[in-house]
């Protein structure tokens, strides 16, 4: 993969270009006495009219601890967001202070040199309460170059009454699913599951289960095309061709939340960033209609991927300390109690677990034993981009253009071009 210039060596030319800049406002530092001043520019890419309020007030907390300090907040759409940085970081201008980056593009953001390396900051105050998973996706090449803000894992999101209907139990295993998804559509005449077709992501509880895996880091070796990775795509594909699931081809986060709120369907898998989303439905008026249970196991196993985002600093923001005190903030133990109280989402710290907001989430506390459980994906610069070719292919076998061992040999022909040398 092609690298950009190092940290170092981008911060130094950005201070020398007079027209270069971390964001589009006046820039600031601290004084004599340490009081900070400026713009710090923050793009957030949380969900629009949930998440985003409640990350928008707490940033505003900061203001209010330093005055003289702007927070300019942008919320930037999740599937924008990756390749909007990469543009105006290469370009030097335009790029934010701080980006909430999905874990698997930190790795990324590092080896082209656009993230501040953080050792030392005070953005990594108190960095041994982090929880080790969770700090894992912030390393690239034994420098820390992000903050975790949130981690998460995926289950299955059900319907109580749903399944008190059809007097049924949350499926234990992909047999199990294929079982209750039948005993519904005879009690009630409604589809079991829905299955995100068009996001590679909501694949991998299948691929996990069935013992495979995308890569293999350590090795070098890509493993997606194996005998696993074959059969999860038949199982997949079975699910959908058995009618136990419904499917789509696009658009289809708005599909499947709104066909689970609606009542439309049983089941949806998900993570805990879908909560706040989910009980605005009209099935969910009681929120005590929500039920989530572990991922179904495969095979081989049972396990759901590891996400989460992370804090990180533009390698050339005008104002690293107040960008570097601001994510330490957005990162503190009160911040993400507060976000595990109104959002329900995990904090990365431990002692954020022990905040009575977190205590009182039923969500943070369902999740918390699946995150700890949830496999790590490669922390690799490209680990990103392995999702574009499972993406294509994944699509292709639920709609029937395509078989399971084709769509896995297209893929790992797609990954072995990308990671030139690896197996």
């Known amino acids: 993969m092609r690298r950009g210039i190092t940290a170092t060596a981008l911060v130094a030319a ?108 005070p953005a990594l105050k108190n960095a041994d309460d982090f929880l080790k998973q969770a700090a894992a996706s912030t390393k690239y090449n034994g420098k820390t170059y992000a903050v975790p803000q949130v981690i998460d894992s995926m289950g299955i999101f059900y319907n109580k009454k749903m399944f008190k209907d059809a007097g049924v139990e949350p499926p234990a295993t992909v047999n199990d699913l294929k079982t209750v998804a039948k005993k519904i559509k005879d009690k009630t005449g409604k589809t079991g599951l829905y299955l995100r077709g068009d996001d590679s992501y909501y694949f991998l509880s299948f691929l996990y289960g069935e013992g495979g895996d995308l890569v293999d880091a350590g090795a070098k070796k890509i493993t997606v095309d194996n005998a696993a990775g074959v059969k999860a795509f038949g199982v997949v594909k079975d699910l959908v061709d058995s009618g136990a699931a419904k499917t789509d081809a696009t658009d289809g986060w708005e599909n499947m939340m ?113 995150v700890e459980t949830a496999v790590e994906r490669p922390w690799i610069p490209e680990t990103g981009s392995l999702f574009a070719p499972l993406n294509t292919e994944y699509t292709k076998v639920l709609t029937g253009q395509t078989t399971p061992e084709k769509a896995a040999k297209a893929t790992g022909d797609s990954y072995r071009k990308l990671l030139k040398d690896w197996k």
Not at 290 to 303: D, E, N, R, T
Not at 336 to 364: H, M
Request: glycine fraction near 10%.
């Open 258 to 370: 709104q066909s689970f709120k609606n009542g439309d369907v049983a089941m949806m898998i998900n993570g805990p960033w879908a909560v706040a989303d989910t009980l605005t439905g009209k099935q969910f008026t009681d929120k005590e209609n929500l039920g989530i249970a572990p991922v179904p196991a495969g095979s081989a196993a049972q396990g759901a991927p590891q996400g989460g985002h992370n804090l990180a600093v533009y390698a050339g923001s005008k104002n690293l300390d107040a960008s570097y005190a601001f994510v330490e903030y957005m990162t503190s133990v009160e911040s993400q109690a507060q976000a595990a109280g109104e959002l329900n989402l995990l904090p990365t710290r431990n002692s954020a677990y022990a905040k009575q907001q977190a205590v009182d989430s039923e969500i943070v506390q369902f999740f918390k034993p699946v």
């Open 14 to 121: 950005l201070a020398f270009a007079a027209t270069a800049c971390g964001s589009d406002d006046k820039g600031g530092t601290s004084n004599g006495s340490g009081e900070l001043s400026g713009t710090v520019t923050w793009w957030d890419t949380s969900s629009v009219g949930s998440e985003d309020k409640v990350f928008k007030k707490i940033a505003e907390g900061f203001t209010k601890q330093h005055p003289k300090v702007k927070v300019k907040y942008v919320n930037v759409p999740f599937g924008e967001a990756q390749n909007k940085f990469k543009n105006a970081a290469q370009a030097g201008s335009g790029a934010p202070d701080v980006i909430r980056s999905e874990v698997a593009w930190t790795p990324e953001f590092a080896d082209l040199g656009y993230l501040a390396p953080l050792d030392g900051t």
